[in-house]
């Protein structure tokens, strides 16, 4: 598949697509139970997960990179999406509570800018998921699925990219222990072999997700006048 926001849609709508954003919704719900009155910023392409806080959050946006493509989101609503440019985002600093980047670090031009851009928006006591394909798992490498483009990572890679960033790692979790092929049979096991997976091979999972604050300990403070400032649109 070619990786734009047409044809990640188009996967999302087939029935492994939609067992794909159950399984992982799975995970990100237990990470965040809710989000009430929170500032929720979706990052890369979130749309088949920010259904899980919509209707707590204060505001709830999806900001999709450029160089995947508009996608309209909630559909049959009012838009909540953007187009953004990864290294420069739209949005005022610290001004975000819960960050959720999934379909974008692995395909961010410079990953370590998109990083330093989540970094800048979010809150001192924010927080931030990232979901990237497993480098260690058949997902990342079969091109039929959104995880099996870009650059894929270990947790220990994730890990270290984060910490060079100014993150602090507090949580790592993994999904997709289903294989990236088969039949109904397999998408009808997919629960089963989701609890297995994680008790027995943990490090196998498609996706490696891992929850982050900002570490703000380390920080250098800039001299006064080269303060950037950046104007939130409305």
């Given at each position: 598949m070619r990786l734009d926001a047409p044809s990640i849609a188009d996967f999302y709508a087939t029935p492994r697509g939609a067992a794909t954003a159950r399984l992982i919704r799975a995970r990100l719900r237990d990470f965040w139970p809710e989000a009430r009155g929170h500032e929720v910023l979706g990052l890369g392409y979130p749309a088949p997960y920010l259904r899980l806080w919509r209707d707590q959050a204060a505001r709830c946006i999806a900001a999709v990179p450029a160089q995947i493509g508009a996608a309209?989101?909630?559909?049959?609503?009012?838009?909540?999406?953007?187009?953004?440019?990864?290294?420069?985002?739209?949005?005022?600093?610290?001004?975000?509570?819960?960050?959720?980047?999934?379909?974008?670090?692995?395909?961010?031009?410079?990953?370590?800018?998109?990083?330093?851009e989540a970094w800048r928006v979010l809150r001192p006591e924010g927080r931030m998921i990232v979901v990237v394909p497993n480098r260690a798992s058949s997902w990342a490498y079969l091109d039929?699925?959104?995880?099996?483009?870009?650059?894929?990572?270990?947790?220990?890679?994730?890990?270290?990219?984060?910490?060079?960033?100014?993150?602090?790692?507090?949580?790592?979790?993994?999904?997709?222990?289903?294989?990236?092929?088969?039949?109904?049979?397999?998408?009808?096991?997919?629960?089963?072999?989701?609890?297995?997976?994680?008790?027995?091979?943990?490090?196998?999972?498609?996706?490696?997700?891992?929850?982050?604050?900002?570490?703000?300990?380390?920080?250098?403070?800039?001299?006064a006048g080269r303060r950037r400032l950046v104007l939130a649109e409305r």
């Open positions: 309209p989101w909630p559909i049959a609503r009012p838009g909540l999406s953007a187009l953004v440019e990864d290294d420069a985002l739209p949005f005022a600093d610290v001004s975000i509570d819960r960050l959720l980047l999934i379909h974008g670090l692995e395909h961010a031009e410079t990953a370590r800018r998109l990083l330093r039929r699925t959104p995880f099996g483009h870009g650059q894929p990572y270990s947790p220990s890679q994730l890990g270290r990219m984060l910490a060079d960033s100014l993150f602090r790692v507090e949580r790592r979790d993994a999904a997709l222990f289903l294989p990236p092929l088969g039949g109904r049979a397999i998408l009808r096991a997919a629960p089963l072999i989701e609890r297995a997976g994680r008790r027995i091979a943990a490090q196998a999972g498609g996706v490696v997700i891992t929850e982050a604050t900002k570490d703000v300990a380390g920080l250098i403070p800039l001299r």
